[in-house]
């Protein structure tokens, strides 16, 4: 197993450097966001589509309860 950290580790290290994703004069501390507050989009920001979207489902299914059925 020792073996396969070194290269592991090397390809880790080539997959997240800053020298192939980011312009020169950036770093991956630059994206953890300013000093004023104001933060980034992060990956997990994502997640709060799932509550947003179960929360529209439902008030369709209310709505074609009671309203949609007289519409047709």
């Known amino acids: 197993m020792a073996t396969a ?3 592991l580790s090397l390809l880790w290290g080539w997959l997240w450097s800053e020298r192939f994703w980011l312009p ?3 770093s991956w501390a630059d994206l953890e966001g300013p ?3 104001y933060g980034y989009p992060r990956g997990r920001h994502i997640l709060s ?3 947003l979207a179960a929360g529209i ?4 299914l209310l709505f074609e ?3 949609g059925v007289s519409l047709c």
Not at 57 to 60: E, L, Q, S
């Open 35 to 37: 000093a004023d507050g």
């Open 49 to 51: 589509v799932f509550p």
């Open 5 to 7: 950290q070194g290269p």
């Open 57 to 60: 489902f439902f008030v369709r």
């Open 65 to 67: 309860r009671r309203d």
């Open 24 to 26: 020169e004069n950036v």
